[in-house]
């Protein structure tokens, strides 16, 4: 009976790590797919094989397994991620109690697309010999809390992730989502169909009647254009709130980096300053003159995000794409040298590349961009991001590459939909980046050549030209 419903769980997925740099994944018995771990430091846990049976907790999906309340009880005893070592369980993970994961606080923060521990049966295998430095707790009340258990959580929420992929591609195929509509959808529906209701009564009565329903008519419609547009500023300010935490997370990685260097230019100060008689007026001077420069970057991090409470940034203004890219890629700066990481900037020479969008948005597009690089970067290797800026007829075409693992294949399709990540993130970065692209008349994908090694992403905007230059065009 238990082997029975487990076979018929809707999605399965077998992982393993060959214990160096290789994942595979096999989901619901499909072809095998290998790739290199992609995670910003490699995995310490040693070799490990996992198993994992995920279910749907509906009514109807419960009974097409078998009978409910049976399907129910056995999930209520079997479900949760057991942990073996040569065939014998590690207690307690696996109980009931235990959610040594924390998929249950997962799901909370994103429960269209996450698993919860009681919708999951899974068994994890490791060895004594191949994984050393997975060592029982003196209480033998599970594995000690070191670098090693935390990679192997790190395998484990890896593997569920692609089976939490596979379970929105088969709940929702082609990537789309049950439509939410806002609150005020259905009144500005009904909205419509009265003003347009009005309009033809107002049509076939004459004199003062019709006349008057005409008014009424272009009431309403004024009353339908002046709630859309509330609701679309509201939405607008959403987003923009999300693309600007977004950066500020990235950036406050950045402005820690020059912080520090901050207070180690200032311990030298203290020091020279302490030795009087022996202090270099030349070497004081050098100082001041570094504190300056790291002060000025710091303030040119900030910069990119401090504008966005005031109101005059809420208007949207030409900008210099080429110009801002440099002026993003300095401010990451210390990240990206601290990450070895680098980022280039092309765009041909004397050809003015403008677009209407404010600077600090602008700069959460590239974080997420620059973001995404890092989370799939190739282990072991300088990772090379490239912007490339150019004319496309009315648009300008702004391509950004890298040198890292690429997509996988099954996240192709749903790259931009909302909790859709391939490592232990919100999934929202890139579905930022389209809010913003797609609010500012453009348009953003994945390019699938084939031709080149990494990701890389296309996005197009409106052009804005000077004034000058439509003058000399027409």
């Not at 479900?79 to 065939?87: A, E, F, K, L, T």
């Not at 009931?96 to 521990?117: A, E, F, I, K, M």
């Not at 504008?307 to 890219?325: I, K, N, Q, Y």
Request: charge should be neutral; hydrophobic fraction near 40%; glycine fraction near 8%.
């Amino acid at each position: 009976m238990v082997a029975g419903f487990m076979d018929q769980a809707p999605y399965q997925i077998e992982a393993e790590f060959d214990g160096v740099a290789k994942v595979t994944l096999r989901l619901n018995g499909g072809q095998a797919i290998e790739q290199a771990w992609t995670g910003h430091e490699p995995l310490r846990c040693g070799p490990v094989r996992a198993r994992f049976f995920a279910f749907d907790l509906e009514t109807d999906a419960i009974a097409r397994i078998g009978p409910r309340m049976e399907v129910r009880a056995w999930l209520r005893e079997w479900s949760g991620i057991s942990v073996y070592r040569d065939g014998f369980r590690i207690w307690p993970y696996g109980e009931p109690h235990d959610d040594w994961l924390r998929l249950d606080q997962r799901r909370v923060n994103n429960p269209v697309v996450r698993l919860s521990n009681n919708q999951v049966v899974g068994f994890v295998e490791i060895s004594a010999d191949r994984n050393p430095e997975l060592r029982d707790q003196t209480n033998r009340e599970g594995l000690i809390h070191n670098d090693a258990f935390a990679d192997l959580q790190r395998f484990v929420l890896h593997a569920l992730q692609a089976l939490e992929a596979e379970r929105q591609a088969v709940r929702h195929p082609g990537g789309k989502r049950p439509e939410r509509r806002p609150s005020n959808a259905s009144g500005s529906q009904d909205l419509t169909g009265l003003s347009d209701t009005l309009e033809r009564l107002a049509r076939q009565a004459s004199g003062d009647l019709g006349a008057e329903l005409k008014r009424t008519a272009d009431r309403v419609r004024s009353q339908i254009a002046l709630r859309e547009a509330t609701h679309r500023r509201m939405l607008d300010g959403y987003s923009d709130l999300a693309a600007l935490g977004h950066t500020a997370s990235m950036l406050g990685r950045s402005v820690n980096v020059g912080i520090a260097g901050l207070r180690e230019r200032v311990t030298s100060l203290r020091t020279a300053l302490g030795r009087r008689a022996a202090a270099d007026p030349a070497s004081l001077a050098m100082s001041v003159a570094e504190l300056d420069t790291m002060l000025d970057l710091v303030s040119g991090q900030l910069s990119l995000v401090a504008s966005a409470g005031s109101g005059a940034a809420r208007r949207r203004r030409g900008l210099d794409v080429p110009v801002e890219l440099c002026r993003v890629r300095d401010a990451l700066g210390p990240m990206l040298d601290q990450e070895d990481a680098q980022l280039d900037v092309h765009a041909p020479e004397g050809v003015l590349l403008r677009t209407e969008m404010r600077p600090e948005i602008f700069a959460s597009l590239v974080n997420v961009l620059v973001r995404n690089s890092l989370e799939w970067r190739s282990t072991g290797r300088t990772l090379r991001m490239s912007a490339t800026v150019r004319e496309s007829g009315d648009c300008l075409e702004f391509l950004f590459s890298d040198n890292g693992q690429g997509v996988l294949a099954m996240l192709e399709d749903k790259l931009f939909e909302p909790g859709v990540s391939g490592h232990d993130g919100a999934g929202m970065g890139l579905t930022i980046a389209r809010n913003i692209v797609t609010s500012h008349g453009g348009a953003i994908s994945l390019v699938l050549d084939r031709r080149r090694k990494g990701a890389t992403f296309r996005i197009q905007l409106p052009r804005k030209r000077s004034r000058a230059t439509t003058a000399r065009e027409s």
